[in-house]
């Protein structure tokens, strides 16, 4: 058996001996460098831009404008990850200025120094117009597609009346400034032509719709391009669509008739490859003195670029995970002369959680109820929004298992009762949801002679262990040894995945290889007339090859299944510097089949500290002028360290069973990890400090 047990990651040695080969690092011969100029205005057109200087300086190749950039196809293409409405940006096709920070030229030279240093020369003068960057300044409305699984505003009962009826009640809104993903690999492309044919090193979660869309861009085949990406260093969603610069790098390849290569500086991420948008959410909780919710009223906004019209699934939980007859949700988007936002971890959940779960926390303190008593008076029998059992649900098992782990029975319910010498010591919880999806997927398994197998799929590995839970896998349904199986992934070439997101690899490319290796194996056993496979192999003497392509039934619509857990912290904060830290973490998931505890707990790790950084640190500051990103970089945009890490980080996954969810039984973990963090740990700042923060990130200044 390999499914469940700790195994280290099969590309561990690669990793740590530097022979991973990210995009960046492909050596191709002839290989120019591209450096982008950007817009230092929010909103207007480009009136001049003189690059004649720039085309001088030495080792320029040239400098592409929206003057002399070939025209490009920009066909029509939507994949999962784009917002349904709205139209991609057409780089260097027009003089239209949008946001900060757009490409306005790509300066092509001999080496990387050479092409920034000319990007530098390149004069660009603007007719400069009134923009919007502020949210605050902007009426939100409602996004044009009103999506049949996530619509725009959903109404049960009567939430009004029985908010007004309520014995008690809690108002407030809660803020999220916007977040960049800030992974440690920076975005990079190589693009090489050969004829009418493209070759791309990209930094991707999703090679082949790479591939797919910058066909659309060129008008040119999906068959005539080539996407590799076999190692991704962290994205957190920023690598799930194909951005600007890898146009770019094809552009500029295209005219130089040599690879180019294009990599953002750690500043330009913050313009160029989406974010964390901006929420502003309004939680209205209505209950009786019992503890029984009457009502939710959860309205919430965030910000999109005035192009595309992307929107998260800000509200969606609200309307499951705690029962209440009557509830109400919207939500809106705020169209502002930025760039669009993307999807980051756990997109729309973690927000929305946030809101939710302080709501509650806020109405456990009114009602001086426990706050984990609360939620087990208000657990669902089913989904209420679509009146549909849930596959699994194992809240109130992870409320259990996570309370006691943690030690919750000692907790004095009075804010600032608890201290440790001169800190004030604060205890707090909340739940996390995340959806279970499954999308199409395929692979292939060839067996060979010598007993060995080779599994692929074009999957992606952004750091959760793909590459080491795929060969546990199909080691497993092959019955051979981890070290005779060698996974693929991360190439066109290979047998179609689906994006590296939402927490669906493994349900989905997972389903595809469990399949694919069960056929080869059930094919070499019935011609090698033996059931013992590499008795088998030696018999049949050549490769024994098996696809599969899989894709999700009806489940979906018979049942609402989700993966669950509770969250549980522990901070410490100074009184008189405002200083918080986060002592102690406890988290119990359930999640269905875990593959791999080693890695899985690693995940969840890493979703906790992200959450550290969502309450305590990370914002974008945004200048209302311009749109500039005054801290886009490491030294002023806060992210947790090693020294921020509790050094306690509990993680136990309750036992639990789902037949539906797919062939797998796994619901995913990657998201759910960060979901519930920020509000478990400004509950607990409240506990300590009796504070309430409503807008993160809970800096000193908030608490003092």
């Known amino acids: 058996m390999t499914i469940g047990q700790p195994i280290s990651r099969v590309d561990g040695r690669l990793k740590v001996t530097g022979g991973a080969t990210y995009a960046a690092e492909f050596d191709v011969p002839g290989q120019a460098h591209g450096a982008i100029v950007r817009s230092t205005i929010a909103n207007g057109r480009l009136t001049s831009i003189d690059s004649a200087a720039a085309e001088r300086a030495p080792g320029v190749i040239t400098v592409l404008t929206h003057e002399n950039a070939p025209r490009l196809a920009y066909s029509p293409h939507k994949a999962m990850v784009d917002p349904a409405v709205g139209e991609r940006l057409h780089v260097l096709q027009d003089n239209r200025i949008s946001h900060q920070g757009q490409p306005i030229a790509l300066v092509i030279a001999d080496t990387l120094e050479g092409a920034i240093h000319a990007a530098t020369l390149v004069r660009v003068t603007y007719a400069s117009e009134t923009g919007t960057t502020d949210i605050s300044r902007v009426d939100p409305v409602l996004p044009t597609l009103q999506e049949n699984d996530r619509p725009s505003e959903t109404r049960r009962g009567d939430p009004e009346g029985a908010l007004t009826r309520a014995e008690v009640k809690v108002d407030q809104t809660y803020v999220i400034p916007r977040e960049n993903h800030n992974p440690i690999e920076m975005h990079a492309t190589i693009a090489a032509w050969d004829g009418d044919r493209l070759t791309l090193w990209d930094k991707t979660q999703w090679v082949h719709n790479t591939a797919d869309e910058i066909a659309a861009v060129f008008g040119i085949p999906a068959e005539n391009i080539r996407v590799i990406s076999p190692f991704v260093g962290g994205a957190f969603g920023s690598a799930l669509r194909p951005w600007p610069h890898v146009t770019l790098a094809a552009l500029g390849a295209r005219v130089a008739r040599r690879p180019v290569k294009v990599m953002l500086s750690r500043r330009e991420m913050y313009y160029g490859v989406g974010y964390r948008p901006h929420t502003v959410q309004r939680i209205a909780l209505g209950a009786s003195r019992d503890g029984r919710l009457a009502a939710i009223v959860h309205d919430g906004h965030q910000e999109t670029s005035t192009y595309e019209e992307f929107s998260e699934a800000l509200v969606s939980p609200t309307g499951f995970l705690h029962s209440c007859p009557n509830i109400y949700t919207r939500r809106r988007i705020a169209r502002l002369n930025v760039h669009t936002p993307g999807h980051m971890r756990a997109p729309g959940e973690v927000s929305g959680i946030f809101a939710l779960e302080s709501a509650m926390d806020e109405l456990a303190v009114a009602l001086n109820i426990d706050p984990v008593e609360l939620r087990l008076r208000n657990e669902p029998e089913q989904d209420e929004s679509t009146q549909r059992p849930f596959s699994s649900r194992s809240t109130k098992e992870c409320y259990r298992v996570a309370a006691e782990r943690f030690g919750w029975s000692k907790r004095n319910s009075q804010p600032r009762s608890m201290r440790d010498g001169h800190w004030l010591i604060g205890w707090g919880m909340a739940t996390a949801t995340y959806p279970v999806y499954r999308a199409p997927a395929s692979a292939m398994a060839r067996l060979l002679p010598d007993g060995t197998a080779e599994v692929m799929s074009a999957s992606s590995d952004m750091g959760p262990g793909t590459w080491t839970s795929m060969t546990q896998v ?84 018979r049942f609402s299944m989700h993966a669950f857990g509770a969250v549980f912290v522990e901070v410490g904060v100074d009184p008189d510097l405002g200083q918080t830290r986060v002592r102690r973490m406890v ?62 980080m509990d993680v136990t996954f309750v036992d639990e069973h789902d037949p539906h969810v797919n062939p797998l039984g796994v619901k995913g973990v990657g998201e759910i990890a960060m979901v519930g963090v920020a509000p478990a740990i400004t509950n607990a700042i409240f506990h300590a400090t009796g504070k309430r923060v409503r807008e993160l990130p809970v800096t000193p200044d908030k608490l003092l």
Do not use: W
Request: aromatic share 2%; charged share 20%.
């Open 587 to 648: 988290a119990a998931y359930g999640a269905g089949r875990i593959v791999n505890p080693k890695t899985t707990r690693s995940q969840c790790i890493g979703g906790m500290i992200g959450g550290i950084g969502m309450a305590l640190m990370e914002h974008s500051v945004v200048d209302a002028r311009n749109g500039r990103v005054a801290n886009a970089n490491f030294a002023e945009y806060a992210v947790p360290v090693h020294a921020d890490a509790p050094p306690v």
């Open 474 to 557: 199909a080691a497993e349904t092959l019955g051979l040894p981890m070290d005779r199986v060698k996974f693929t992934l991360g190439d066109t070439r290979l047998p179609r995945a689906p994006v590296h997101g939402g927490s669906m690899t493994m349900a989905s490319v997972g389903s595809a290889v469990q399949a694919a290796c069960r056929r080869a194996r059930e094919d070499a056993l019935a011609r090698g007339g033996t059931n013992d496979l590499a008795d088998a192999m030696r018999r049949i003497g050549q490769p024994v090859e098996a696809s599969a392509d899989t894709r999700p039934g009806d489940v979906s619509q």
